[in-house]
């Protein structure tokens, strides 16, 4: 893996005396690694600036956090209206945005019996406090299961349930389609419902003969975002719900990364046809501002007494009122429609360019949230040409995360881009591949 701390472009000098300044300042663990660090200094729609004039087109949505792109003009002028007045910090008090954001998520969620949320201001804090509720109620049930390869955070339980070992030695993996790499089925057999369904339910059958009733929770993604964008065939999902419900275990679903319109539903418990007992949401539900929350059961989140889930910021009257906004602004203008229509278009130009170019192995997703594989190429590592992919993009003016499992780019726009912006992006990337290439 490829870790300069200090990395400088030509002709970009107030970027880079930006970049010189942070590596002097910020510890180098506090950012994840991309070759380009591009500096922002305004952003609007699907676009970002840096100092130097030069625009961008934003393929990562910051980290799938601006759905409905950057300065959306509805969004920050009903997000100004929610907070006007307002303190930016109402602890032990309570507000009227506090009681909207509420209300509305319950009715957006629309599952009848998720009717309660708790607050929290990161993604990971809003796992473990999903998990904290799940043990609270069941505290003779030791067992957590997780899905192998799943990213729910890196503090505390979040990250114990995080990946493929843990340091929990409660925590127990199972194992997560995927159907590209799988080794569990043979090639021509791999993502059939027959042949894959009776291994997980094995596998399942298994656990369940081991701990019996000591299993508490079972928790997992729609999608695997960060081990490369891995999208498991729905009935994968449907038999751990089903699982879960016949043993009364509480199903947690993590879709901190794919709520609010990603997979092309406005959520992706929708999207995969489940139901979980407690719904973890986060980044696009605030469109930027540090919000997340856990929908759930009333008999799993109401046993909590009084400041046993607070914190300081959590729930806090701007979170709230950017809760609203996105739901204002989802609600006027057709989003999650516009998210299918580009899907399409994003299908067509991803499978093309892998098509064109040798080096790109699997294209894999759903809605706006797409993964491009790239493979050991010319001498070169799959993970060397991900970063030259990223950079060379960078340079046609199309910003990229660094990649993810060091060698699967994230495509991943906001969900308002328009036709003529997806071709931008894929005229972008086309040019920028070619010349690793070398044509
Ligand atoms: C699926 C998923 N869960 C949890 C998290 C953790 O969220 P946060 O970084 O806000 O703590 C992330 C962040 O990328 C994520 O993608």
């Not at 799943?150 to 194992?175: C, M, Q, Y």
């Not at 950079?391 to 726009?413: I, N, T, W």
Request: net charge negative; charged share 25%.
């Amino acid at each position: 893996m490829i870790t300069e701390s200090l990395i400088q472009h030509d002709n970009e000098p107030k970027s880079n005396s930006i970049r010189r300044t942070v590596s002097q300042y910020v510890a180098r663990g506090h950012k994840t690694y991309t070759p380009t660090q591009l500096v922002v200094e305004r952003a609007e729609g699907v676009y970002l600036w840096n100092p130097e004039g030069r625009q961008f087109l934003d393929f990562s949505s910051g980290v799938l956090v601006a759905n409905l792109g950057h300065a959306h003009p509805y969004f920050e002028e009903r997000y100004a209206e929610h907070t006007k007045g307002l303190p930016r910090n109402a602890y032990n008090m309570l507000t009227q945005q506090e009681a909207e954001a509420a209300r509305r998520l319950i009715e957006n969620v629309g599952l009848p019996k998720l009717n309660r949320v708790i607050w929290a201001d990161s993604g990971s804090a809003a796992i473990i406090k999903s998990m904290w509720a799940a043990q609270h109620v069941y505290p003779d049930r030791p067992i957590i299961v997780a899905t192998r390869y799943g990213f729910h955070g890196k503090k505390g339980l979040a990250g114990d349930v995080t990946g493929e070992t843990s340091p929990n030695p409660n925590v127990r993996f199972i194992s997560f389609p995927t159907c590209d790499h799988c080794t569990l089925v043979p090639e021509d057999k791999r993502c059939d419902r027959v042949t894959c369904e009776p291994i997980y339910e094995r596998e399942l059958q298994e656990l369940r003969e081991q701990h019996r009733d000591r299993i508490c929770l079972l928790i997992t993604e729609p999608y695997l975002g960060a081990k490369g964008s891995f999208h498991p065939p729905k009935w994968y999902l449907q038999l751990l719900n089903r699982w879960c419900q016949e043993h009364d275990i509480v199903f947690i679903l993590d879709e901190v990364q794919a709520c609010h319109g990603r997979t092309g539903n406005m959520y992706a418990f929708q999207s995969y046809g489940v139901e979980p007992d407690l719904l973890v949401l986060g980044k696009g539900i605030g469109n930027g501002e540090p919000v997340a929350v856990v929908v759930g059961r009333d008999d799993l989140l109401d046993p909590f007494d009084y400041g046993e889930c607070s914190d300081t910021y959590s729930g806090n009257p701007r979170a709230c009122a950017a809760v609203i906004a996105v739901f204002d602004a989802f609600e006027r203008e057709n989003v999650v429609e516009n998210c299918q229509k580009m899907e399409k278009l994003m299908r067509r130009g991803l499978h093309e360019l892998k098509g064109q170019f040798p080096f790109i192995a699997f294209v894999r997703g759903e809605g706006l949230v797409w993964g491009v594989e790239m493979c050991d190429w010319n001498g070169k590592t799959a993970s060397q040409i991900a970063n030259e992919c990223v950079l060379r993009s960078y340079e046609e003016g199309l910003h990229l995360m660094g990649p993810l499992a060091d060698k699967v780019l994230r495509v991943s726009p906001p969900l308002v881009i328009t036709e003529a912006q997806v071709q931008e992006g894929m005229e972008k990337m086309g040019r920028a591949f070619a010349r690793i290439e070398g044509r």
